[in-house]
């Protein structure tokens, strides 16, 4: 009987003022009452823990602090590395031909059908992806006609090369041509002789892949035209434009000069390179 009274006896909390002692609040609970409320307490404690945990930022402020990876950001970085590869291994063919044109030395074909890939890559990608707006707008589900439109751009690009001998290629300077091409003895262009502080003018319309100094041909430019079409002007004593400049047909790029160890006094070195290949500029340009 006592442990039964015990259990059922009942207890009075009352709040006092603290000037007058008199009783303010009073209120009669049950022990079992206080656990009652330390549990819901402690589960609502619990449950908005848990809510403010779950939230995006914070979720992944405690990912990245304890090494955990998003699924679908490891994906996309995995794209991403993929992409600035092929990129990257675009860029160094690149370079290693434009390495090899400016030392003179003649490229392998299986290297000009990289390069050539390479010249052509930022009309290649404009037409390709006008191919997919049109498809998609289209709803062209087929995967086959959807990988022949795809194959068919370089042949258009091919069939839109004009014969050089079509194409109106203005002097870059007029003068007396002292050294022809003579491929044998490793000389790819002609030495054109002009008087000091000529200005040396694109011959078509192009982009500057080149404007800098190498020890043997000093100040160089070389220029990217249509029909995979390179114009080199070497021993230059400055140059007016840089990499990256788009510039006109008889536009004026440098001033001739004569630096450089390959150079034995003031002229222009001349190059033509077509499809990778040095051509006599004599064949295609009147410099008298």
Not at 57 to 86: C, F, H, T, W
Not at 181 to 196: M, S, T, V, W
């Amino acid at each position: 009987m006592a442990d039964k009274k015990q259990k059922e006896n009942q207890f009075r909390l009352v709040i006092f003022s603290e000037k007058t002692f008199e009783e303010v609040r009073s209120f009669i609970y049950k022990p079992w009452y206080l656990w009652v409320a330390i549990i819901v307490f402690a589960l609502i404690i619990f449950v908005s823990t848990l809510a403010v945990v779950s939230l995006a930022p914070i979720r992944q402020m405690i990912n990245q602090s304890s090494g955990y990876a998003d699924p679908d950001q490891i994906l996309q970085l995995r794209e991403k590395v993929i992409e600035l590869e092929d990129v990257a291994a675009s860029q160094q063919i690149y370079i290693n031909n434009l390495r090899a044109i400016l030392s003179g030395n003649v490229i392998h074909d299986t290297t000009v059908s990289k390069d050539l890939e390479l010249v052509d890559s930022v009309s290649s990608v404009a037409r390709i992806e006008e191919d997919e707006q049109l498809r998609t707008s289209f709803d062209l589900d087929d995967k086959l006609s959807s990988i022949t439109l795809s194959q068919s751009q370089p042949t258009t690009a091919v069939s839109n090369l004009r014969p050089l001998e079509q194409l109106y290629l203005i002097p870059p300077i007029t003068g007396s041509v002292s050294y022809g091409f003579d491929p044998e003895n490793d000389h790819l262009g002609l030495d054109i002789n002009a008087p000091p502080n000529t200005p040396v003018k694109a011959v078509l319309d192009g982009y500057i892949i080149y404007a800098g100094w190498t020890l043997e041909t000093g100040n160089t430019i070389g220029i990217q035209h249509d029909n995979n079409l390179i114009s080199f002007y070497k021993h230059n004593s400055e140059l007016l434009k840089n990499t990256g400049s788009n510039v006109k047909a008889g536009e004026a790029v440098a001033i001739i000069g004569n630096t450089g160890t390959q150079s034995t006094g003031p002229h222009l070195h001349f190059e033509l390179w077509s499809n990778g290949k040095p051509i006599n500029p004599a064949n295609y340009i009147n410099f008298e």
